[in-house]
């Protein structure tokens, strides 16, 4: 069978969403089972939809990867999270769900062509340790649903003080990009959905904040840099509120809420839109970042300024990058879309760009972008 990536993103994305259904009959009803391999078909999917591009043309690479999750499920037959006894037909259901885009990838072949430039390793190991996280937060909420334990208190309490007081202040806004199981979802799943969102385009008032229109006053680092929206401490407040009033931190379905309430509601806009503007989980954390030790460099001295810049349209916060200074702003998740997507090398790099570095002590012994030219 000839795959197209039209139909490589078609497979792995139904057997995501097969997955899905599965997996929320066995947590929050009386079925209460969960097969282990399942979380694996979520890893397996989410990767083939994270390197389409790379992995379309390859279709039994991809293959491989859902056979991990086959034999996963095989292994794990007599061993399924349960509150009960087994239940053959949801083990047979999770089988299939893996087995079936494995037969159809392994059998496969593809006329499509390989992307000329190699995939940075960086989005390599952020996907992968996105991914990672989203099974493991996947696996705690379904032991807490049906075993009756809290396993996802540890993750929450290690969630919140990695994303609050440790990432912020070294890496800034890096729970956007490599830890929210609700980003995962819309990097590797809603992206690849074409539907018409319900919600088209924000209010010219509210979308206008995330851009560098707005005035900033964390300093000279993000003088450039747009304005996180006020929309999302608005957003924050409504959860804090009932958090603290109610005192809802022990309460099971708290958690659930506050996170599929992101991943539903994500479903309504353009992809990571709900990011920018809305997210309860992103806002005071994301104002911790305007500090952080260490950021992507934008070396302004040697960008092309295309007429479309690739690197902007790849970003998933509509960072205008060409208007920044020497670096990417606070609102950054460090994604490494922008690096990946330039044509050109030493734009976007991890260091700042020699260039870069004599243009700015240039300006900073000058106070001019450039030496003054001699009338």
Known sequence: MMISKEKFVTINKWAVFFAIFLYLIGIFTPVKYLQPGLLFVFFAGFLCLFHKDYLAPKPRAAGHLWLVAVVITIFTAASPLTSGSGNPLMFLLSLLACLIPCILLLTGSSEEKMPKRKRLKAIVVRTVVQTGIFVIWASVTSYCFIKGTRPDMLFWAMFHVSTVAIFPVFFGRAICGWICPNATMQDALYKNMDYKRPIENLPRAIDAQSSTACMNISGKADARAPLFPATLLLSWFPMFFAETIWDLTGVAWYPIVFMY???????????????????????????????????????????????????????????????????????????????????????????????????????????????????
């Open 261 to 375: 309430g992101l991943i539903v509601l994500s479903l309504v806009f353009k992809w990571r839109k709900m990011c920018t503007h809305f997210c309860w989980l992103s806002s005071y954390r994301g104002i911790n970042c305007h500090n952080s030790l260490w950021r992507i460099r934008y070396n302004r001295s040697q960008c092309k300024q295309c007429k479309v810049c690739a690197a902007e349209k790849a970003c998933p916060f509509y960072i205008d990058i060409r208007n920044q200074d020497n670096e990417m702003p606070a609102t950054c998740c460090l994604c490494f879309s922008c690096m990946e997507a330039c044509p050109f090398e030493g734009v976007i790099t991890y260091t700042r760009n020699p260039a870069e570095k004599a243009r700015l002590k240039l300006e900073q012994t000058t106070g001019f972008p450039e030496a003054p030219k001699a009338a």
